[in-house]
């Protein structure tokens, strides 16, 4: 079993920054990709960021040049670097991790963080 705690969530004006962390615990052999979902109001889920075990990112559009995913491989840990926030980033971002839970494991095994409120004002 893996336990995700995300936290770094706040409110902020519109331009301001957060960065968000999510540290995984519990027992597994390693972790492939990391990545950061967020969901408003009223939308579907939607991925943010992502970042694979040898580092390529990849980034939702309406966020490229403002977030900046990475990830720390000794903690288990990613992080989401949001910068010239805007009252539409509004959403609760939600972590997510694919664990391989064995060495023998075929497949990953996804796991979710309980989110984090980020809100935007303008």
């Known amino acids: 079993q893996v336990h995700l705690v995300e936290s770094g969530g706040d409110l902020v004006q519109a331009g301001g920054s957060l960065r968000l962390s999510c540290a995984a615990s519990?027992?597994?052999?390693?972790?492939?990709?990391m990545a950061w979902f967020r969901q408003a109001p009223g939308n579907q889920r939607e991925s943010v960021a992502c970042?694979?075990?040898?580092?390529?990112?990849n980034y939702h559009d309406s966020v490229k040049g403002r977030f900046t995913i990475s990830r720390d491989k000794a903690k288990n840990t990613v992080y989401l670097q949001m910068n010239s926030l805007k009252p539409e980033d509004t959403a609760v971002y939600y972590c997510?991790?694919?664990?391989?839970?064995?060495?023998?494991?075929?497949?990953?095994?996804?796991?979710w963080g309980q989110g984090t409120q980020v809100t935007v004002s303008s």
């Open positions: 970042i694979t075990s040898d580092g390529t990112t």
């Open positions: 997510n991790v694919a664990v391989r839970p064995t060495y023998w494991a075929l497949k990953d095994t996804d796991y």
């Open positions: 519990g027992s597994f052999f390693s972790i492939s990709t």
